[in-house]
């Protein structure tokens, strides 16, 4: 499914591209192209940016997960909303909209769903504009020559109705690419809203990497327990609300930080004792010549004393080493 959006949307983009191409073949000859598509003119390069995002989005793992029956559902709202406000979106209206359809038909959108909203909602633009350009070529508008197009009543109104439509599509795709994704979850998602409507509120403050990361661990639970995700989060809710805990507790299995810590101190120790050790003895091999052997007290006195020199410096080498290793297996 992802990858028929990605084609559809190459297609469309490339028919605009045409057509922006017409539009600048006439400005070079200094013919005048209409107000209606000096908005293609001046706002063509916001598509040329997109088109490298959309690659991204488009054939992310996100579309992928989605089935191909949800994704025309979720494309069909969004439809709707687009045709009912003539293509103008105010953010507001669209997530009160989004809001509306999923509480009329207690249909919750995953978090993955809530994702592709934004990709989605800038195909769509694209669509429309291309099928624009197309009836602008088709009826000649982007010539002024009075000999070849008409001007009577009803062409008038219909450049007045294509000149909003074009106004609308170009700000619309300026308004959805300002948009940022934490607000659409904050807005849109039930399950973000029941998580910050914990009782510890936590959720809430937590930064937005940390709540991405949380996010993530609700949708593979949520799958690997095969349950409805927004279900899930209520339970998950629920039970932290009854403990007086944070979902946190609930969500992530507790680690062992005593014992880890406990086992780090016994590994920092004994390495750093074997190491002051062994090179104990290499210093009383070399002056060795100074004293009888292990034999004689003086030499067990020395073996000791360098024991206690290296000791020190050992433990930094093996700590230096440990936090060296576990920084490269946490990369890895």
């Known amino acids: 499914m992802s990858k028929n959006i990605y084609i559809r949307f190459k ?3 490339s028919l605009i591209t045409d057509y922006y191409t017409l539009l600048v073949n006439q400005t070079k000859s200094k013919q005048q ?7 293609v003119l001046d706002n063509y390069y916001m598509l040329s940016e997109q088109e490298k995002v959309l690659r991204v989005e488009l054939r992310s793992k996100l579309f992928k997960q989605i089935g191909s029956r949800r994704m025309r559902q ?3 709202g969004l439809t709707t909303f687009l045709e ?4 103008h979106v105010d953010k507001h209206v669209l997530f009160d909209h989004i809001v509306e359809q999923q509480q009329m038909n207690k249909d919750y959108m995953t978090y993955n769903e809530v994702c592709v909203l934004l990709p989605l909602l800038k195909v769509l633009i694209v669509d429309k504009l291309s099928d624009l350009c197309d009836h602008l070529r088709a009826t000649g508008s982007y010539m002024t020559d009075p000999a070849e197009v008409s001007l009577d009543a009803d062409n008038l109104d219909q450049a007045a109705k294509d000149n909003l439509l074009m106004m609308n599509l170009f700000n619309s795709m300026r308004s959805v690419v300002k948009l940022q994704m934490s607000e659409v979850y904050d807005r849109v998602s039930f399950s973000e809203r029941k998580l910050c409507g914990e009782q510890a509120g936590m959720y809430d403050q937590m930064a937005d990497q940390t709540k991405s990361d949380y996010r993530d661990q609700i949708v593979r639970q949520a799958r690997k327990a ?5 279900e899930y989060v209520c ?5 932290a609300d009854e403990r007086g805990e944070h979902v946190g507790w609930q969500l992530f299995k507790p680690k062992a930080w005593e014992r880890r810590a406990h086992l780090y101190v016994w590994i920092v120790a004994l390495s750093s004792l074997l190491l002051s050790l062994l090179f104990a003895l290499l210093a009383m091999d070399v002056f060795s010549s100074q004293f009888s052997g292990p034999t004689s007290w003086g030499w067990w006195v020395a073996f000791a004393v360098c024991c206690l020199l290296m000791l020190v410096p050992m433990s930094q080498i093996v700590i230096d080493l440990f936090n060296y290793l576990n920084a490269v297996s946490s990369i890895m």
């Open 226 to 230: 095969h349950c409805d995700e927004y």
């Open 11 to 13: 297609t469309h983009l």
């Open 235 to 239: 339970k998950l809710v629920e039970r």
């Open 84 to 87: 009912k406000t003539y293509y």
């Open 74 to 76: 979720i494309e069909k």
């Open 33 to 39: 192209v209409g107000s209606t598509n000096e908005w």
